[in-house]
């Protein structure tokens, strides 16, 4: 059975500090790999995707970057936080036999960002 | 840009009874609808999809596709108080891009 772990559960981080969030995916080679960010009460974003190592694709721009250093590795960071970076990071994994719209996304469970 | 909109924003209906959501987006070309449960603190998990006009019923779930008036609705027959949770519609168009809507509040009152 294949299984998402996100880290850290939650983080409270000041502004202008860096950030790394990460996930781990296990049991599934080759999966395609995305990250979301949900604002408190606000819609679910897709921020990036990734469909092999090392390629990554942005989808908005928020002053963040995001790296696939291994096949079952996502790492989202920033060198600068901003106050609007607060939120709920989510990473998923869909199978990777074609893209994101024609297939399950399974998401982890999720990173709580608070800055300061 | 693709835009989701979604209806009500929150809704309580009674154990037993049918609870209906609705989902309009913009782009008729979409490839596929997707209907996600999203519980207080946790990622969504997907409930149902469906790719061409017409209907589609998993168990107690109905979802309704009209193309041409952008419209998609979920109907979850026999509502319980554990479907108390945020539903979420999210359009795939081509690639890797999946827009999710706003959601909508489900209680169900006991």
């Known amino acids: 059975a294949q299984t998402i772990h996100q880290w850290p559960v939650a983080e409270i981080k000041a502004v202008g500090s860096p950030l790394s969030l990460g996930c781990t995916i296990k049991?599934?080679?080759?999966?395609?790999l995305y990250w979301y960010w949900q604002a408190t009460g606000g819609t679910l974003q897709q921020l990036f995707y990734s469909i092999t190592v090392g390629q990554v694709e942005s989808v908005v721009q928020l002053n963040l970057s995001a790296s696939r250093p291994k096949d079952d590795q996502f790492i989202l960071s920033t060198e600068k936080l901003l106050l609007s970076h607060s939120g709920f990071y989510l990473c998923a994994w869909s199978l990777g036999l074609g893209g994101s719209s024609a297939e399950t996304l399974y998401f982890g469970s999720g990173t709580r960002l608070t800055v300061l | 840009q693709e835009k989701v909109q979604q209806s009500p924003e929150s809704l309580i209906v009674p154990e037993g009874a049918m609870s209906s959501l609705n989902c309009t987006f913009s782009?008729?070309?979409?490839?596929s609808i997707w209907w996600y449960q999203q519980h207080p603190g946790k990622g969504p998990e997907a409930l149902i999809?469906?790719?061409?006009?017409g209907n589609k019923k998993e168990g107690r779930l109905t979802v309704y596709l009209n193309r041409a008036s952008l419209h998609v609705s979920l109907h979850i027959r026999d509502s319980q108080p554990s479907d108390s949770a945020v539903y979420l519609c999210?359009?795939?168009?081509?690639?890797?891009?999946?827009?999710f809507g706003t959601g909508t509040s489900l209680l169900v009152d006991p």
């Open positions: 049991g599934k080679s080759s999966p395609n």
């Open positions: 999809s469906i790719f061409s006009n």
């Open positions: 999210a359009v795939g168009n081509m690639g890797y891009k999946l827009t």
């Open positions: 782009n008729s070309a979409s490839q």
